[in-house]
């Protein structure tokens, strides 16, 4: 009986075992991963948590409910730091009057930090303090500090919360007070200053939750004790509704879709349903297929070829289409016994086609290899609007050895060294003759959160031409084509009631795109040149943007391979009238006959700035660039711009600006001073070809007159990129 049971339970162990094996791998406890709150950032529903998410991973998120609709890019710029920018659409507020702002709810803008302060480890939790809405009005604005502690599926969170987070003040503070136990909740001047004195202030209350991780890896679910008590909401205060909390308890349900996303749904405050969804990337993990030219394939030639009768024409070619050196140069340079010269090859072009500068450098020393020619080295001098930036030696015998894979792990890093770049020397074999150049390319502007509108934006078409007279001076032009835009919603009129009587810079933005179908952007000519080892300068005169034209100039120093670089910029420009193609403003006062009101323009001032650009070598900053210029401005406030930006491993950069002058919050007016965010994308990740070019996508939350720079065709500093890779770094 006993073998019998025993044979019977193997022969049921082995008919089961398929089906066990399949089960285990469905449902074997997935990995954790952090997840997004209502408001963005890592969290539970309404509460933080001390997670934070993978270095580089981004997410569009959109949350509803009764109440608010909120709009919210997150991002982990650093390893320490999360990033968010919200757009709250509150349900039961228009944003203004009606005649000025419609139907348009009440929109809060604001910007949340996560700072990580301690990672994980077997005994302690993962730690971060937050600020949250320390931009906006005040509305959601709080602080907290959590801590959150995995256990198998299970992820605990506890955390002290101030302001919004804490206003049920379970732990701390005198209701008595107020709705936020006596917290200061005006805001400075018009909104979006940092308001530091009430941080951590006010009511305080002790929150914490669960997220629990099914054994079927889509579904999590999540339950919180919100530190919230909903009574200090615009709309309770603002607008007399009513947001009744039945329940502490807030419970809810994610599931995931794939990698790229994932939907919400939970039940909050004991009465409110709330949706969301996110879609989400990681701009470190971004990668593409290319379908590339193959690399030519090394074979030397015996015997030795005659420079005389090489087809140059078609070695330029093969440099352009294989190795991305634009419409080059070819010199060839013998050697010389008595001086001890090296003989050469040299090619200098612009490259447009790799980020990746040693595949460029392996490409094109293949390519003139493939000629015969016996020479000690390859040069390539690297160009940019026919100024040469860098300089790459490579060694003829040394590369043979990494083209026949002599030697294990043979790079062409092994044969070459960058450096300032010196004059071509030699006999010309092929010459640059393609001095005209043309594009077409769509362009999109746009801005966020307006009173008339919670998104403007204008979509067309910008035609460009160039011709280059000699290396140093060059006509350009550009026509804009209009397709489509929402630009006619924008009324903002000036003083009163926004802001005093600076001079409208910007705001007039509505005449310049929707009065103006087809509008000429650039009419310019430029010079530029080189001088010494690290100096670059260029002057410039013409129609230098939509808005304004005039003269001006700009001078770069930048060292060779430097982390650093410092240039200055000064121009003199006028404010162009949109109503006559090529006419500019004579008269300052302006009327305005829809409104029957006078508004000020720029009839002419000087503009400019001194900018030093930093990458810091800390490692708590990785792959960063500060760049800080203080000046004067359009409307000829004085002050700085201070830029940010985080370069990911695919090349996709994400930055923030800000400028702060010398003009008050009232006399900015709404936002009280100029902010931005963006991102950029290199082509390459979006396309099947290689690409050193990129798209760039910008958020302005308001257009205001404050803190505005000349739009100028050209920067020294991304021209020079070369002498020490930003813009065009290869992927990590």
Not at 213 to 221: D, G, K, S, V
Not at 481 to 489: G, L
Not at 671 to 693: A, E, H, Q, R, W
């Amino acid at each position: 009986m006993k073998k019998t049971n025993t044979f019977a339970l193997s022969a049921l162990a082995l008919a089961l075992a398929p089906l066990s094996h399949v089960q285990a791998d469905e449902f074997e406890s997935p990995v954790f991963t952090p997840s997004q709150s209502d408001f963005g950032g890592v969290g539970l529903m309404q509460m933080p948590t001390g997670r934070v998410a993978k270095e580089g991973e981004f997410t569009l998120g959109a949350t509803y409910n009764d109440e608010y609709h909120h709009y919210t890019v997150s991002l982990q710029l650093l390893p320490w730091l999360e990033t968010t920018i919200r757009y709250t659409l509150v349900q039961d507020l228009l944003y203004g009057s009606e005649a000025f702002s419609g139907d348009t709810k009440y929109t809060d803008k604001g910007i949340d930090v996560k700072f990580r302060l301690l990672e994980e480890s077997y005994w302690l939790p993962e730690t971060s303090i937050g600020l949250r809405d320390i931009g906006g009005t005040g509305l959601f604005d709080g602080e907290f500090i959590a801590a959150s502690k995995h256990v198998g599926p299970l992820d605990f969170t506890l955390g002290v919360g101030w302001g919004y987070i804490g206003n049920s003040a379970n732990l701390s503070g005198d209701k008595a007070a107020g709705r936020d136990c006596g917290r200061d909740t005006s805001y400075k001047g018009k909104g979006g200053q940092v308001d530091y004195s009430r941080w951590f202030t006010g009511c305080a209350a002790v929150f914490g939750g669960v997220e629990y991780q099914t054994p079927w890896a889509p579904l999590r679910l999540k339950a919180e004790w919100d530190g919230n008590d909903y009574k200090s909401d615009f709309p309770v205060t603002r607008g007399r509704i009513d947001m009744p909390q039945d329940s502490q308890v807030n419970y809810g349900a994610l599931y995931r879709l794939g990698n790229w996303g994932d939907m919400r749904l939970s039940y909050e405050r004991g009465n409110t349903w709330t949706f969301g969804v996110n879609l989400s990337t990681n701009f470190n993990d971004l990668t593409t297929t290319w379908h590339d030219e193959p690399k030519v394939t090394y074979t030397p030639t015996s015997p030795q070829a005659d420079v005389s009768t090489t087809d140059w024409q078609r070695v330029k070619e093969q440099l352009a289409t294989n190795a991305g050196y634009d419409d080059a140069n070819i010199y060839v340079q013998e050697k010389d016994a008595l001086t001890g010269s090296k003989s050469s090859i040299t090619v200098v072009g612009d490259q447009t086609k790799y980020r990746d500068r040693n595949e460029a450098h392996e490409r094109a020393a293949l390519v003139l290899a493939e000629t015969g020619i016996n020479v000690d080295e390859y040069r390539l001098v690297e160009t940019k609007n026919h100024q040469s930036t860098t300089e790459t030696r490579i060694d003829a015998e040394q590369f043979a050895k990494v083209a026949n894979h002599e030697y294990i792990d043979a790079n062409v890093e092994d044969t070459s060294s960058t450096a300032t770049p010196t004059a071509a020397q030699g006999r010309q074999v092929a010459s640059a003759d393609n001095d005209f150049d043309w594009g077409i390319a769509p362009t999109l502007q746009q801005s966020f959160g307006s009173p008339e509108a919670f998104y403007l934006f204008n979509v067309g078409i910008n035609a460009n031409a160039s011709y280059w007279l000699g290396n140093h001076v060059e006509a350009s032009g550009s026509v804009y084509f209009n397709i489509y835009d929402n630009y006619d919603q924008f009324k903002y009129q000036g003083p009163p009631p926004d802001g005093t009587d600076l001079k409208r810079v910007r705001t007039l933005v509505r005449s310049y795109i929707s009065d103006n179908p087809v509008r000429i952007d650039n009419l310019q000519l430029t010079w530029m040149d080189h001088f010494g080892d690290n100096f670059y300068s260029q002057a410039y005169g013409g129609y230098l943007e939509m808005m304004f034209g005039g003269i001006g100039g700009e001078v770069l120093y930048r060292p060779m391979g430097s982390n650093w670089a410092v240039g200055f910029d000064v121009n003199y420009v006028k404010q162009r009238d949109p109503e006559s193609p090529l006419g500019f403003y004579s008269e300052e006062r302006q009327f305005d006959s829809s409104t029957g009101r006078y508004y000020r323009v720029q009839t002419g001032t000087v503009t400019g700035h001194a900018s030093v650009y930093y990458t810091p070598q800390w490692s708590i900053l990785p792959d960063t660039l500060l760049k800080v210029s203080a000046g004067q401005y359009l409307t000829e406030d004085k002050g700085m711009t201070v830029d940010f930006s985080k370069q990911f491993d695919s090349g996709v950069i994400a930055g923030a600006f800000a400028s702060f002058t010398n003009l008050s919050a009232e006399e900015f007016g709404e936002g009280s001073f100029t902010k931005g965010f963006y991102v950029s994308i290199p082509f390459d990740l979006m396309t099947v070809k290689p690409s050193n070019n990129r798209a760039t996508v910008s958020w302005v939350p308001l257009t205001r007159d404050g803190g505005q720079m000349l739009n100028r065709k050209y920067s020294l500093y991304d021209m020079t990129d070369a002498r020490s890779p930003w813009y065009s770094r290869a992927a990590q």
